[in-house]
């Protein structure tokens, strides 16, 4: 399964059940996978794809979207993502918004699907406008490298700044050495040196390709001052947003 897809998966299972196609609260249809959410969650698959099938069949976004899960991940079925393309295509159409970013992953990655970088950037274009900060990251990468769009490194800095405002770790990588080559002003170099020692102390695998060493060496001490002050600011920030949704609970 994709990396993306491991990461997003625990939220899936939790949210599922509750979350409308275009995101807002459930009116009707997300209970209707209740049962099955529930066994996915026990790793009971069998029962999950007894309850989604004929969902599918009629038309249900919800269990479109995570029957097209099971065959992506090969979960209870033989894996098979050209099946999951079709499944979230069919979801993300009625604008379920998890499918449009995972159809758009397939059609990036070209799993199950022709690739197609065009394509998959319209797709992800709702979900970042939306806030989900894997189609923020992806279509950031895509504006900074121009893959399917026309390169643009104010948009590219834009959406991986949204992504790396949600801790998204792989947008704060890529947020760092864009700022870091653009350097057209002097908060751009603090802004690297921002969110390459936050990518770095938060993912390891970022670490080991952070640019932080190379932004300290441009970085005054009075720039670095400043941005450790704004590291501060963040980690605060995060933090409080933790103990906050941890309260709604």
């Known amino acids: 399964m994709r990396v993306v897809a491991g990461i997003l998966v625990l939220f899936l299972l939790l949210s599922a059940a509750s979350i409308s196609p275009t995101g807002a609260p459930a009116a009707s249809t997300a209970p209707a996978t209740n049962k099955a959410v529930e066994a996915m969650k026990k790793g009971d698959f069998k029962t999950a794809l007894g309850e989604l099938r004929p969902l599918a069949a009629k038309g249900d976004p919800n269990a479109q979207f995570l029957l097209g899960m099971l065959y992506d991940a090969g979960n209870g079925v033989v894996q098979e993502q050209s099946l999951a393309a079709s499944l979230y295509r069919s979801a993300a159409e009625q604008n379920h918004l998890l499918a449009q970013l995972f159809l758009g992953i397939l059609l990036y990655s070209g799993q199950g699907v022709k690739q197609d970088y065009k394509e998959a950037a319209r797709w992800f274009q709702t979900p970042a406008d939306s806030g989900n900060d894997q189609a923020q990251f992806y279509l950031g990468a895509m504006y900074a490298t121009g893959t399917g769009v026309k390169k643009d490194d104010s948009k590219g800095i834009h959406w991986l700044t949204q992504a790396a405002a949600q801790r998204n770790t792989r947008a704060m990588g890529m947020l760092a050495t864009a700022l870091f080559s653009r350097a057209r ?19 390891p695998v970022q670490a080991l390709t952070s640019a932080r060493k190379l932004t300290e060496q441009y970085c005054s001490d009075e720039q670095r001052k400043r941005g450790e002050r704004a590291i501060s600011d963040w980690k605060r920030k995060w933090s409080n947003e933790a103990k906050g949704g941890a309260s709604d609970r």
């Open 185 to 203: 002003d002097d908060q751009d170099l603090v802004d690297a040196y921002v969110w390459s020692h936050l990518a770095a102390e938060f993912d």
